[in-house]
């Protein structure tokens, strides 16, 4: 095994046959054990998860903080979910795939020690279509249900992933010669310290009244990218397709389900296809330059953001994005967002509706997206986060 080798992961084409057994399969409640994760909320569960996206918001760590929160307990971030469960490796055989847009709807806090029970199902797909990246790609489209150990309805994701044939995309696109992004020491030194500045509003509620149309929300930075914050998403949590293992467990597992992993040329030891977000021989296979970011994480930093500008006292009620670049190690995105409009909803709450970008240092936008965060009103009696705290 040398540098030189490359590495190969299963191949196939998008053939008429594949894409009538994928067809058959539409509507099915998938089987997804080996994918769940977190089950319990406890607290060092709950830690593990916010530290994974970078979240230092008290009210998910600090117990009495979270008791003197309109919560009236401890609770976990709202993307918490999607560290119990996440997403799943299915079907299209030999296809590579990107995870390439999801909305989210938040009902319930999730409180320390409760237990969440997911599940999934495969909707169907749209195409084939035309693609730039690989001649022709196909849309998976799933949909994710959580409910906790009273039969409460947490939360939903419907979530999106664009599937493509591997070799058309390495001959398009090529194994690169992309390289980190050269930082100088004076440039990490700025981005580090304004991500350290940068704080949740925490216990000042941000009112209904005082947000206006045009308004610019708070942002929030990610970045420089490293290897570490991407096993520190794994390590809370974050998107196991199936659940990352090793040695024995992971070589039984990848004879059972030989579309799971890879042989790394320079080690000699196979490997997760998810190791695309930290080796970057996987990512050349896949067809891309360089090891890259979990649409899942991305999503984790959209409602951290959300949750920061909303005070303990607002709800994000709906969180929509589409991961339009690949956000590469190395890379530092800035997440932000624009009031455009507000309103009473349809079920009686004050809410703004957020327009959100999150741009990388080349100036490109790799996550516009959309939110509803409910906010307290000075003439209502109880706050959105009051109103879905748990009594007794």
């Known amino acids: 095994m040398t540098d030189a080798a490359e590495a190969l992961m299963p191949e196939a084409s ?3 046959e594949l894409i009538e057994s994928m067809r058959a399969r539409a509507g099915t409640e998938l089987r997804i054990e080996h994918s769940i994760f977190n089950e319990e909320a406890t607290r060092l569960a709950v830690a593990k998860f916010a530290d994974g996206i970078g979240d230092v918001n ?16 401890p ?23 990107f995870h390439s847009s999801t909305r989210i709807r ?35 489209h799933f949909a994710n249900r959580y409910t906790n150990q009273l039969g409460e309805l947490v939360a939903e994701i419907d979530w999106d992933v664009i599937n493509f044939e591997r070799g058309t995309a390495r001959d398009r696109n090529g194994s690169g010669a992309r390289a980190a992004h050269g930082w100088s020491e004076e440039e990490v030194a700025a981005i580090e310290a304004r991500v350290r500045a940068e704080q949740p ?28 914050d ?42 997760p296809i998810y190791s695309v977000h930290y080796n970057r021989q996987a990512a050349n296979a896949m067809g891309v330059a360089y090891p890259y ?33 690949f956000v590469h190690l190395s890379d530092v995105v800035t997440l932000s967002g624009t009031v455009t409009g507000k309103r ?5 709450e004050h809410v703004v509706d957020i327009e959100t970008r999150a741009l990388n240092q080349r100036g490109e936008n790799a996550m516009p997206g959309r939110a509803v965060v409910a906010l307290p009103s000075r003439s209502a009696f109880d706050s959105p986060a009051g109103s879905r705290a748990r009594r007794g």
């Open 106 to 140: 938040f009902h319930r806090p999730v409180y320390w020690h409760d237990t969440i029970t997911p599940s999934c199902r495969y909707v169907g797909f749209d195409g084939p279509k035309r693609s730039s990246f690989a001649e022709q790609m196909v849309i998976d």
């Open 14 to 16: 998008l053939t008429a």
């Open 344 to 348: 009473v909803d349809e079920d009686g």
């Open 230 to 271: 991407e096993i520190a998403f794994l390590a809370g949590g974050g998107a196991p397709i199936p659940r990352l293992a090793a040695h024995a467990a992971a070589l039984h597992a990848y004879q059972r389900h030989p579309d799971w992993s890879f042989r790394d040329p320079e080690t000699g030891a196979q490997e």
């Open 75 to 97: 609770v976990a971030p709202p993307s918490f979910v999607i560290g119990c469960f996440s997403g799943i490796q299915f079907g299209w055989p030999g296809l590579g795939s």
């Open 58 to 73: 008290p009210l998910w760590t600090d117990r009495d903080h979270g008791v003197r929160s309109p919560y009236r307990g």
């Open 201 to 228: 509003r925490g216990r000042r509620a941000r009112f209904f009244e005082d947000v206006a149309v045009g308004d610019e929300l708070d942002v929030l930075t990610k970045g420089p990218i490293g290897l570490t």
């Open 293 to 325: 970011d979990v649409g899942f994480q991305r999503q984790c930093w959209h409602v951290q953001h959300l949750t920061h500008w909303a005070s303990d006292f607002g709800w994000v009620k709906e969180v929509e994005a589409e991961y339009r670049r």
